[in-house]
């Protein structure tokens, strides 16, 4: 136990043994001497005792600020053998009721140093004990009962040895007792501050709460997940309005649900585990968002890839035998001049052009020719995109905004204002003449190059989000469903990404993200 807290208690041990002695002397006057009549000796008690309050008032505030050390146990174990031998004395020797504040003092010096302490309090007690009896015989010798005297004396030392003894044993025990608690107490508080560390630095969402359901616990990984600070959490108490569902969800395996949160609908990865100790649960989440849309990103690059490579194939086998068709119509235009046959080869060939710009486009789909990347400054870029579509009449009464920061990218300027054609193109159908407006703007996302073209409708359906960029799959009157995914490959064959939100409160965005320039040699190409 630390020394601080044995005096601590010590004090208050005193306090409550002056007050009894205080006591103790008032019934013994009141009973012996009329009221009023105090001797010299009664009022050195008196004034003993009062000088007691006063020492540990004073070792009272040093307690409480702080200022603590050996030599206040020192100085008390002293004072506590002086207070008994002078209340001894002044009450009567060995006749004193109050013989007892030795083995006090004695329980105390043990209490505060342990074994050492109890032998000096033994010492000390002994030697003021013999001094007060030879004090008080030296003028009342010859009158004196030796024999009782010293009876007593030797019953008042050896009763002061044995409580040395006990005093210093239990002392001991105490001081290693103490040690193994404070010991127990910092090991505790080391593994508790652990413990809150880890909880506070893990990447997982963390939250617990009672059999009733409602919140007890939140870590700050939970607290960026769901977007909501801890005592906004906590404030919603049940965890079906945070989770809903969670508590039916089974502890033997792991599931996936969809929340709603301030920072829109995230996919959270969910473990529960019951808590016997109160009956609760904890449970441990994490944000599968991001993950589960790069599965799908992923799972659209291997579909268009598969694709692609079928397409090529299909379209190789088309464009040989249409030569072919192209050329017989062409000598059938010639034989039939003027003949109803003459309009119907021109026909021929009017369809087999058309389906032959078709499956061109679509060989530069499946084979986009490998972009020559420069360092390019894409405000730049989009201005001369945004000049060419000037007169294009899908932009007549479309409002168009431009945010355009200086912004350089490594890429490909002709394919990327291919890019840019298709997505303002697109966002011009969506919106219509009159009836929205369209942004394109150019910065920087986390120190990454982007090229964003926003409009107004958000027309595109959710369940349609996950196929816009496939070949053929178009929504739009007269599409031919090759545009984007025309966009998808160039932006993929830059090293880029492309991600697509639409929502008609919102609107529809298109962001293009770009290599940055830096350390990319001009007229880099990237090895296609």
Request: proline letters at 5%; aromatic letters at 4%; hydrophobic letters at 45%.
């Given at each position: 136990?630390?020394?601080?807290?044995?005096?601590?208690?010590?004090?208050?041990?005193?306090?409550?043994?002056?007050?009894?002695?205080?006591?103790?002397?008032?019934?013994?006057?009141?009973?012996?001497?009329?009221?009023?009549?105090?001797?010299?000796?009664?009022?050195?008690?008196?004034?003993?005792?009062?000088?007691?309050?006063?020492?540990?008032?004073?070792?009272?505030i040093?307690?409480?600020?702080?200022?603590?050390?050996?030599?206040?146990?020192?100085?008390?174990?002293?004072?506590?053998?002086?207070?008994?031998?002078?209340?001894?004395?002044?009450?009567g020797?060995?006749?004193?009721?109050?013989?007892f504040?030795?083995?006090?003092?004695?329980?105390?010096?043990a209490?505060?140093?342990?074994?050492?302490?109890?032998?000096?309090?033994?010492?000390?007690?002994?030697?003021?004990?013999?001094?007060?009896?030879?004090?008080?015989?030296?003028?009342?010798?010859?009158?004196?009962?030796?024999?009782?005297l010293?009876?007593?004396?030797?019953?008042?030392?050896?009763?002061?040895?044995?409580?040395?003894v006990?005093?210093?044993y239990?002392?001991?025990?105490?001081?290693?007792?103490?040690?193994?608690?404070?010991?127990?107490?910092?090991?505790?508080?080391?593994?508790?501050?652990?413990?809150?560390?880890?909880?506070?630095?893990?990447?997982?969402?963390?939250?617990?709460?009672?059999?009733?359901?409602?919140?007890?616990?939140?870590?700050?990984?939970?607290?960026?997940?769901?977007?909501?600070?801890?005592?906004?959490?906590?404030?919603?108490?049940?965890?079906?309005?945070?989770?809903?569902?969670?508590?039916?969800?089974?502890?033997?395996?792991?599931?996936?649900?969809?929340?709603?949160?301030?920072?829109?609908?995230?996919?959270?990865?969910?473990?529960?585990?019951?808590?016997?100790?109160?009956?609760?649960?904890?449970?441990v989440?994490?944000?599968?968002?991001?993950?589960?849309?790069?599965?799908?990103?992923?799972?659209?690059?291997?579909h268009?890839?598969?694709?692609?490579?079928?397409?090529?194939?299909?379209?190789?086998?088309?464009?040989?035998?249409?030569?072919?068709?192209?050329?017989?119509?062409?000598?059938?235009?010639?034989?039939?001049?003027?003949?109803?046959?003459?309009?119907?080869?021109?026909?021929?060939?009017?369809?087999?052009?058309?389906?032959?710009?078709?499956?061109?486009?679509?060989?530069?789909?499946?084979?986009?020719?490998?972009?020559?990347?420069?360092?390019?400054?894409?405000?730049?870029?989009?201005?001369?995109?945004?000049?060419l579509?000037?007169?294009?009449?899908?932009?007549?009464?479309v409002?168009?905004?431009?945010?355009?920061?200086?912004?350089?990218?490594?890429?490909?300027?002709?394919?990327?204002?291919?890019?840019?054609?298709?997505?303002?193109?697109?966002?011009a159908?969506?919106v219509?003449p009159?009836?929205?407006?369209?942004?394109?703007?150019?910065?920087?996302?986390?120190?990454?190059?982007?090229?964003?073209?926003?409009?107004?409708?958000?027309?595109?359906?959710?369940?349609?989000?996950?196929?816009?960029?496939?070949?053929?799959?178009?929504?739009?009157?007269?599409?031919?469903?090759?545009g984007?995914?025309?966009?998808?490959?160039?932006v993929?064959?830059?090293?880029?990404?492309?991600?697509?939100e639409?929502?008609?409160?919102?609107?529809?965005?298109?962001?293009?993200?770009?290599?940055?320039?830096?350390?990319?040699?001009?007229?880099?190409?990237p090895?296609?």
């Open positions: 136990m630390d020394l601080r807290v044995r005096l601590l208690w010590l004090t208050l041990f005193r306090t409550v043994a002056t007050t009894l002695v205080l006591g103790g002397l008032g019934a013994q006057l009141s009973s012996e001497l009329p009221r009023g009549e105090l001797s010299t000796a009664d009022l050195t008690s008196f004034a003993i005792i009062g000088f007691s309050y006063v020492l540990t008032l004073v070792t009272g040093l307690l409480r600020i702080g200022r603590v050390g050996p030599w206040a146990a020192w100085t008390q174990i002293i004072f506590d053998v002086l207070l008994a031998a002078s209340v001894v004395f002044l009450t020797g060995t006749r004193s009721p109050f013989t504040l030795f083995l006090v003092s004695i329980v105390g010096a209490v505060l140093l342990g074994s050492r302490g109890a032998v000096v309090g033994l010492v000390g007690a002994a030697a003021a004990y013999l001094g007060v009896m030879v004090s008080l015989m030296g003028p009342n010798v010859a009158t004196a009962n030796l024999p009782r010293a009876i007593d004396v030797v019953i008042q030392l050896l009763a002061q040895l044995l409580i040395a006990l005093s210093g239990v002392g001991e025990q105490l001081s290693r007792t103490g040690g193994q608690l404070s010991a127990s107490e910092r090991n505790l508080k080391s593994l508790t501050e652990l413990q809150n560390e880890i909880v506070s630095v893990m990447p997982s969402g963390l939250i617990t709460c009672d059999a009733a359901g409602e919140v007890t616990f939140v870590n700050p990984a939970a607290e960026a997940i769901l977007g909501a600070s801890a005592e906004a959490v906590v404030q919603v108490r049940r965890i079906d309005e945070l989770l809903p569902g969670a508590k039916a969800l089974s502890a033997a395996r792991r599931s996936e649900m969809r929340v709603e949160t301030p920072r829109g609908e995230r996919i959270l990865g969910l473990s529960v585990t019951p808590l016997t100790a109160t009956e609760g649960l904890l449970i989440f994490q944000d599968l968002t991001e993950l589960r849309r790069v599965e799908r990103e992923l799972d659209s690059i291997d268009l890839a598969t694709l692609g490579r079928v397409s090529a194939q299909l379209a190789h086998e088309i464009r040989n035998p249409l030569a072919a068709m192209r050329g017989s119509a062409q000598m059938l235009v010639g034989d039939a001049a003027g003949a109803q046959n003459e309009r119907l080869a021109r026909l021929i060939l009017r369809e087999s052009d058309r389906l032959a710009v078709l499956v061109e486009g679509y060989l530069k789909l499946a084979r986009p020719p490998p972009p020559q990347l420069t360092p390019a400054r894409l405000d730049h870029v989009v201005r001369e995109t945004l000049e579509l000037h007169a294009d009449p899908s932009f007549r009464g409002r168009v905004e431009e945010q355009l920061e200086p912004v350089e990218a490594v890429c490909d300027a002709a394919q990327l204002k291919q890019v840019l054609i298709n997505l303002l193109r697109n966002a159908v969506a219509g009159s009836r929205g407006r369209i942004r394109v703007s150019v910065g920087l996302a986390q120190g990454v190059p982007r090229v964003e073209v926003w409009d107004s409708a958000g027309s595109i359906a959710a369940e349609d989000l996950q196929r816009i960029f496939e070949p053929f799959f178009s929504k739009a009157q007269g599409g031919s469903g090759l984007l995914s025309t966009v998808h490959s160039i993929q064959a830059h090293g880029g990404s492309i991600t697509v639409s929502n008609p409160a919102t609107g529809t965005a298109f962001s293009v993200k770009l290599p940055a320039s830096e350390g990319v040699p001009h007229g880099a190409n090895g296609r």
